[in-house]
């Protein structure tokens, strides 16, 4: 089960409008109102959404909590990491940190900076079940994101589009008043698309020296988070999101976890697995998932496992499985049960 920092929810309360006693709201999580907050203080992600959907259900206007959550967020309710980020010399600085060391906050979501023509997408990952409290908590991260990155920039900030996979809510007029862009409601991935100019924007307390430490503090507490949030599923997860561009190296997922490579070897191989293991398992379950809950074509299906063609899925499907992935599609859909 995956974890999130107990500081996401008691901004949340804070944001609550209507009469609803949020004093309970937040003690249905074993928390209290006005106590010092520590982001390293963890709750289940399950018990986060449920309590969104608490919240919208007594919430005046449950489709704008995200927006006044995200309003709310500032670099110092961060702790370590909102520094990192303030201190980053630009955005694209600021971005790559959240990409390298968000597991401080969240073992449950990764973020991952992809150049594009004219600049870059910041994606969320977030895998599970795309319920009412894990689709606020994504629009909620996309808008303290935009927020936290007024806060820092030199020059005024706004992201060129904003992707969500869910559907839209019945008007998008107060999103796309608060992002200031186009908001694209049932995209195929949750993003910011942020301009090459915004990304090189100096921010206005970058100090090169200052992120510097930083980085080494967070990495080294990267290092020492709890075994129980799993380095293989972390592993398997940054695979998985990285697939449609092809295979990623060992030396790229060991810097996405704030490791080199070396290190990343050595801890697997602490725990009983192995890098290409990892890599292996993380395309049998996408293309499973593909297969099983998609209509994508075989072939588009292996260009997202990172197969260069459909014969190569097909042979290594039948290694993994024991059946083509076309006979594994059908058989799933007529409700047969295969490992």
């Not at 203080?41 to 206007?61: G, H, K, Q």
């Not at 995200?70 to 980020?85: I, P, Q």
């Not at 200052?210 to 293989?232: M, P, Q, R, T, Y």
């Not at 295979?247 to 060991?254: F, H, I, N, R």
């Amino acid at each position: 089960m995956g974890r999130i920092t107990s500081l996401f929810p008691r901004k949340v309360v804070e944001e609550v409008e209507g009469p609803a006693d949020k004093d309970a709201l937040l003690r249905t999580l074993g928390l209290e109102r006005g106590g010092p907050v520590d982001p390293a203080d963890m709750i289940e992600e399950s018990e986060y959404y449920d309590f969104l959907e608490r919240v919208a259900a007594v919430d005046t206007d449950p489709t704008t909590v995200p927006l006044r959550v995200g309003a709310a967020m500032r670099c110092d309710d961060y702790g370590a990491f909102g520094l990192a980020w303030k201190s980053a010399t630009t955005l694209r600085g600021s971005y790559d940190r959240a990409e390298r060391y968000a597991l401080i906050l969240t073992s449950v979501s990764m973020y991952e900076v992809e150049p594009t023509f004219g600049g870059a997408f910041l994606r969320l990952h977030r895998e599970g079940e795309r319920r009412l409290g894990l689709r606020l908590s994504n629009e909620a991260t996309l808008a303290s994101i935009v927020q936290i990155s007024r806060e820092v920039a030199s020059s005024p900030f706004r992201p060129e589009e904003v992707h969500i996979k869910h559907p839209a809510p019945d008007s998008v007029a107060e999103h796309e008043a608060y992002f200031g862009c186009r908001v694209h409601f049932g995209s195929d991935q949750d993003a910011l698309r942020v301009s090459e100019r915004a990304l090189r924007t100096p921010n206005k307390l970058g100090d090169a020296g200052i992120a510097g430490f930083f980085d080494a503090h967070l990495a080294a507490e990267v290092d020492k988070l709890d075994d129980s949030i799993g380095l293989d599923r972390r592993v398997h997860d940054l695979v998985s999101t990285s697939l449609s561009e092809g295979v990623p190296l060992l030396s790229e997922v060991a810097s996405r976890l704030a490791m080199s490579g070396r290190t990343l070897q050595r801890r697997l191989a602490e725990q009983g697995a192995s890098f290409q293991e990892l890599v292996d398992e993380s395309r049998r379950d996408l293309a499973k998932r593909l297969l099983r809950d998609t209509d994508f074509s075989l072939i588009e299906v292996a260009f997202m496992t990172g197969f260069s063609e459909q014969s190569a899925l097909t042979r290594a499907f039948k290694r993994w499985v024991g059946c083509t992935p076309g006979a594994f599609r059908a058989e799933s859909r007529s409700g047969a049960d295969r490992p």
